[in-house]
């Protein structure tokens, strides 16, 4: 069982690039989120969904877009990428009542 | 507004004690969960336990107890018997029922030192 996976571990971007983090889960969860966590500091929820095909802002979504077209798979958007993006980027998926399991994080660093 | 509070961005313990760690929430949802995670320095986040805010008694884990006063909006973590390797940063998480969207936000976490 892979539970919860993140494509890529690792990413260095330059100041206005685009990417994509892929994450995927095994589970059949109906919630899944992205969160960041920058150094000493809780993590913070950018987006989340629900449902297959709905999506939701969470706490701090400005420069930050996503998509759930499967049910296993949320993907998060960076379409200009800024130094203060620079973070770890942490994904994460439940049932309503369950307690949520994360996938090991990317490590994004833009210059 | 969902909110959570951890007041404590540091707790030291000696080995063996045991150690509290604060959480505050603000909700109007009348349904939701509590949770806490471990996160140590290798960085995977960790559940620890949980609470519902309708379960009647408080949740417990083997050495973790969750010290849940829902009219004060607090839901304390306590360490039993501390060791070496509780040594991590602790966030406590809420999640709102359909009121707040299913939503789910952390606290700003609380690193603990474990003296032996």
């Known amino acids: 069982n892979a539970g919860v996976t993140q494509t890529p571990k690792f990413r260095v971007l330059k100041t206005g690039q685009s990417m994509t983090l892929l994450c995927a889960q095994d589970m059949n969860h109906e919630y899944m989120y992205w969160y960041r966590q920058d150094p000493g500091m809780g993590l913070r929820l950018i987006h989340y969904s629900v449902g297959e095909g709905t999506t939701a802002k969470g706490e701090v979504p400005d420069g930050y877009n996503v998509s759930r077209l499967k049910k296993q798979n949320f993907l998060l958007g960076l379409e200009s990428a800024a130094p203060s993006q620079t973070s770890v980027y942490f994904c994460?998926?439940?049932?309503?009542?369950?307690?949520?399991?994360f996938g090991p994080g990317t490590r994004l660093t833009v210059l | 507004a969902q909110k959570i509070t951890q007041t404590q961005p540091g707790m030291f313990v000696q080995e063996k004690e045991a150690v509290t760690l604060d959480c505050t929430y603000d909700?109007?949802?009348?349904?939701?969960?509590l949770f806490w995670y471990k996160q140590p320095s290798s960085g995977e986040m960790i559940f620890l336990i949980y609470?519902?805010?309708?379960?009647?008694q408080n949740a417990t884990e083997g050495r973790y107890s969750l010290n849940f006063q829902k009219a004060r909006k607090s839901a304390n973590l306590v360490i039993s018997a501390s060791q070496l390797g509780d040594s991590a940063m602790y966030f406590c998480a809420m999640r709102e029922g359909y009121t707040g969207g299913f939503k789910t936000i952390f606290g700003a976490g609380t690193r603990l030192f474990v003296k032996a």
């Open positions: 994460a998926s439940s049932t309503f009542r369950s307690e949520q399991f």
């Open positions: 909700t109007s949802d009348p349904s939701y969960g």
């Open positions: 609470q519902g805010s309708y379960d009647q």
